[in-house]
């Protein structure tokens, strides 16, 4: 069995930094690509921004600049600094994790519960 837990999530005002954290345990064999996500009120889930194994990583247009993602892999542990927020950051942000466990020979997708972020005065 593997869990994500998300952490770091709250209200900040505009202009302010927040740092969400995720942490992958269980059964777990190896981990490719960690993510973040978000998704706002009436709005479609969107990628926020992506690191692989090898330390690559993608971001929004949105957020770049901003943002940075980073991951610990001694402790399957996925983190977004997020830098001078915006109000159009609000969103209850996700994190995905693609990793094999233990019982399995397929790497398959896996999401945290979501953290609530809201920016705003």
């Known amino acids: 069995q593997v869990q994500l837990v998300e952490s770091g999530g709250g209200l900040v005002q505009p202009g302010g930094s927040l740092r969400l954290s995720c942490a992958a345990s269980?059964?777990?064999?190896?981990?490719?690509?960690m993510g973040w996500y978000r998704q706002a009120p009436g709005k479609q889930r969107e990628l926020v921004a992506g690191?692989?194994?090898?330390?690559?990583?993608n971001y929004a247009d949105s957020v770049k600049g901003r943002f940075t993602i980073s991951r610990d892999n001694a402790k399957n542990t996925v983190h977004l600094q997020m830098n001078s927020l915006k109000p159009e950051d609000t969103a209850v942000y996700y994190c995905?994790?693609?990793?094999?466990?233990?019982?399995?020979?397929?790497?398959?997708?896996?999401w945290g519960q979501g953290t609530q972020v809201t920016v705003s005065s």
């Open positions: 690191i692989g194994s090898g330390g690559s990583t």
């Open positions: 269980g059964s777990i064999f190896s981990i490719n690509g």
């Open positions: 995905k994790v693609l990793l094999r466990d233990m019982g399995s020979n397929r790497y398959l997708d896996y």
